[in-house]
């Protein structure tokens, strides 16, 4: 029964137990008061109101302070977990509030450095509240992210499933290979697949579901080598390695700023009509788009298209 009352209610329990908390552990109306930021009045209001709906005298008075009664011993361990309980629930709502302004968006690499930091700087200046989560990661871990509603947002290349996502194109990037200024492609005004063949590269790795395919298919495929050096994502040891002219490296053009070095340079891979992919901006189609995403798809939507 007396769980019950003190569980049953809202924000005026909540103040109620903790002024009875405050003036249980003082002992003190006046010491209670000061510590609450309120007034001796305020803090004795309160309690004979908790008093008269309980039923039950909770302290008696005397010129010294005030001595709990055995009610309100019994009381006590309940309202330290009832206003424990309020601080959680309090806790889980600014939780949500926080998540509601963030947007989480998984992306093929470094499509936030090709966006730049002006991109960064107005969206923040437009909507100071929303805060910008973008992951580096894989074609198919974004795919997979977003089905399975761990982000808000993937940007990745095609193809994938249609009816499960809105799809918004943002731009056509090509395949590009970057090397040494002195290495033997260099001399090349484009590269094609056949002059892979024999190559030394360095790959960003068999979860790139991307490029492995092309070379399984343009390159292997074809009885033609290479010989793949390492594969790595580390973006410091590939740039150590085109520095050094000890491989070539494949990725897309819009990513050609990352190697920005006099020793660096960059070809496009042209061959047989498969010269790059258009990347795509991807939402659940099966859910409904909230205003704080509505807001960032608008915002990138726009600053492609500028």
């Excluded at 947002?153 to 056509?172: H, K, M, N, R, S």
Aim: net charge neutral; proline share 3%; hydrophobic share 40%.
């Amino acid at each position: 029964m007396l769980y019950t009352k003190i569980i049953g209610g809202g924000a005026h329990e909540s103040k109620q137990m903790q002024y009875f908390v405050t003036v249980y552990e003082t002992q003190n109306i006046q010491v209670a008061a000061d510590q609450l930021f309120v007034t001796r009045q305020g803090v004795s209001k309160v309690i004979r109101l908790l008093e008269t709906e309980l039923g039950q005298a909770l302290f008696t008075r005397s010129s010294k302070g005030v001595t709990p009664t055995d009610y309100a011993v019994a009381l006590l361990p309940h309202a330290r977990q009832f206003l424990e309980a309020c601080t959680a629930i309090s806790g889980l709502h600014t939780l949500a509030a926080q998540s509601h302004s963030v947007v989480t968006v998984y992306a093929i690499d470094h499509i936030l450095a090709f966006l730049g930091a002006d991109f960064v700087i107005q969206f923040h200046q437009k909507y100071p509240q929303i805060i910008l989560n973008v992951v580096d990661t894989t074609d198919d871990a974004a795919l997979s992210a977003l089905s399975a509603q761990q982000c808000n947002f993937a940007i990745v290349t095609g193809p994938f499933e249609q009816t499960q996502f809105q799809a918004d194109p943002l731009f056509y990037s090509r395949y590009s290979v970057i090397m040494n200024q002195q290495h033997p492609l260099a001399n090349k005004r484009h590269i094609t697949f056949a002059d892979l063949d024999g190559q030394t590269i360095v790959s960003k790795g068999r979860a790139y579901s991307c490029f492995r395919n092309m070379i399984d298919k343009y390159v292997l495929g074809l009885n033609r080598k290479i010989h793949i050096l390492v594969e790595t994502t580390d973006e410091s040891v590939i740039r150590d390695l085109l520095i050094k002219n000890k491989a070539i490296y494949l990725g897309y053009d819009y990513m050609n700023t990352l190697w920005s070095h006099p020793e660096v340079i960059s070809r496009p891979l042209v061959d047989s009509g498969h010269e790059g992919n258009t990347i795509y901006l991807l939402s659940n189609s099966q859910l409904r788009m909230t205003k704080v995403n509505r807001y960032f798809r608008e915002f990138l939507l726009a600053w492609i298209a500028s």
